[in-house]
């Protein structure tokens, strides 16, 4: 709150911690320019960086009436406990809290006012004395969902086979405290609950040292008899295809299978026009082994194709 033209006498002055005395100015103090930040490396395991957001996906099931109960007694107990079990069908409605609006909270922010980041589809509400009461917004929205503009995404911003699932992002750039603090808004807000099927976490990884990128998936299912089994899944790509020694006898190889085969190719069709003069075309369309060699012809071709595809990809 003090003009830049304000000045003070060293003996009315303590240098606060943070400042510095400027060198062509007795007695003016003027603050540490903090130099410019970078982004801390994140590394999974050692030689492998975090690339990206580390991206949770939640799929979740709507819940019905359990219709494998056969004893009366046990049905009426679970129809006045309101017990439901997970059905098939996967829901997509919005759920659970946005803590920073709920007291109860170490996230609560009594300052910010709800209307301005919801409207009030997007909150719960309750009817009361044919009033609508409306209380604390939902906290997790489906994929499909721009709760920015607070309508439905386009087609090109949705992630095709995700549209009804939950996800969250934690940027590699975050700080510790800012990553505890989504975590704890994900805690808190209630992510994981009854209706939770599947979470997978994913996430992309650069190996500098073989100059290789890795896609890491790991995946939670919620088993129906209380179990969490986990499974996972390492994609890897090498960027540099042909790079070095090994990258040259590579490409020797794969143009050494190629002419190999363009000499089978050549030969096969030898043997057709041979039976083409013979008039015995009919014996070699007949002979199963020929239909084998086309069709080893066929799959190394294709074979072939793809990997040059891969490989323009990659470049």
Same mark, same amino acid.
């Given at each position: 709150?003090?003009s $830049?033209? @304000? #000045?003070?006498a ?28 970078? #982004? ?7 030689f $492998? ?7 949770? @996906? /939640?799929?979740?099931?709507? /819940? ?5 109960? +056969?004893? !009366? ?16 069908? @996967? ?10 609006? *709920?007291?109860?909270?170490?996230? %609560? ?8 980041? %919801?409207?009030l589809?997007?909150?719960?509400? @309750? ?17 499909? %969902? ?10 090109? /911003? ?10 969250l ?25 009854e /209706? ?6 994913? *996430? ?24 969490i ?12 295809? %042909? ?11 794969e143009? =050494? ?6 000499? $089978?190719?050549? +030969?096969?069709?030898?043997?057709v026009?041979?039976e *083409? ?5 009919? !014996? ?5 082994? $020929?239909?084998?060699?086309w069709?080893?012809?066929?799959? *190394?071709?294709a074979? =072939? ?5 891969? +490989?323009?990809? !990659?470049?």
């Amino acid at each position: 709150g003090v003009s $830049n033209s @304000t #000045t003070f006498a060293d003996a009315d002055f303590v240098e606060p911690a943070g400042f510095s005395r400027t060198g062509n100015t007795t007695g003016r103090y003027a603050p540490v320019v903090k130099p410019p930040s970078t #982004t801390t490396a994140r590394f999974v395991t050692p030689f $492998n960086r975090l690339v990206g957001a580390i991206v949770i @996906t /939640q799929e979740r099931s709507e /819940q019905t009436t359990c219709s494998g109960i +056969a004893s !009366a007694s046990v049905k009426n107990y679970t129809s006045a406990a309101g017990v439901t079990c997970p059905s098939d069908k @996967t829901a997509a409605d919005p759920y659970g809290f946005d803590p920073t609006f *709920m007291s109860s909270s170490a996230s %609560y922010n009594g300052k910010l006012n709800v209307e301005e980041f %919801y409207t009030l589809d997007e909150r719960y509400y @309750t009817e009361s004395n044919g009033e609508t009461v409306y209380a604390v917004p939902k906290g997790f929205f489906p994929h499909s %969902y721009d709760q920015v503009r607070h309508q439905t995404k386009t087609k090109d /911003q949705i992630w095709s086979g995700d549209e009804n699932k939950f996800k969250l992002y934690l940027d590699e750039r975050l700080t510790q405290s800012e990553a505890m603090k989504m975590l704890e808004f994900a805690t808190d807000g209630k992510f994981i609950d009854e /209706q939770t099927k599947s979470i997978t976490v994913k *996430m992309v990884t650069f190996n500098a040292d073989k100059n290789i990128f890795s896609v890491l998936s790991i995946t939670f299912s919620w088993e129906t008899g209380g179990t969490i089994p986990w499974d996972y899944t390492i994609n890897t790509l090498s960027v540099d295809l %042909y790079q070095g020694t090994k990258g040259t006898i590579q490409r020797v190889l794969e143009v =050494f299978c190629i002419i190999c085969l363009v000499i $089978n190719v050549v +030969a096969e069709i030898s043997d057709v026009m041979h039976e *083409m003069r013979a008039f015995n075309l009919l !014996a070699y369309l007949t002979d199963p082994f $020929n239909w084998v060699d086309w069709c080893h012809f066929c799959v *190394m071709a294709a074979t =072939f194709a793809s990997w040059v595809v891969h +490989a323009n990809h !990659a470049a």
